[in-house]
Nanobody, 121 residues
Framework: VQLQASGGGLVQAGASLRLSCSASGRTLSSLVVSWFRQVPGKEREFVAAISGYSGLTYYAATVKVRFTISRDNAKVYLQMNTLKPEDTAVYSC?????????????????WGQGTQVTVSS
């Protein structure tokens, strides 16, 4: 499975962006898919996760009110509202077959290349 994140860009604080995660080689519908982000020199940070068919969600406390993860048959999305400069990072999507809504990157089997999100103040 190859994942691809898209939708990043440069925005001002307070703006919104919608990221998309798509897959080739396998449908995402049965997998737990999460978004992680990373700033150079810092550890990777969990952002949000969504389960397969049931659509259960799990968020990091820092984004819970502002971000929404969702999915359709083909993609997983991350709607990011009221963006802040501290949200600046490379955002990557990941998927796991264990059906576990987890914030632990080690549990994820598939990773995609990230998309850069830059929020200016």
């Amino acid at each position: 499975v190859q994942l691809q994140a898209s939708g990043g860009g440069l925005v001002q604080a307070g703006a919104s962006l919608r990221l998309s995660c798509s897959a080739s080689g396998r449908t995402l519908s049965s997998l737990v898919v999460s978004w992680f982000r990373q700033v150079p020199g810092k550890e990777r940070e969990f952002v949000a996760a969504i389960s397969g068919y049931s659509g259960l969600t799990y968020y990091a406390a820092t984004v819970k009110v502002r971000f929404t993860i969702s999915r359709d048959n083909a993609k997983v999305y991350l709607q990011m509202n009221t963006l802040k400069p501290e949200d600046t990072a490379v955002y990557s999507c990941a998927a796991n077959r264990r059906l576990i809504l987890s914030d632990k990157g080690d549990l994820y089997d598939y990773w995609g290349q990230g998309t850069q999100v830059t929020v200016s103040s």
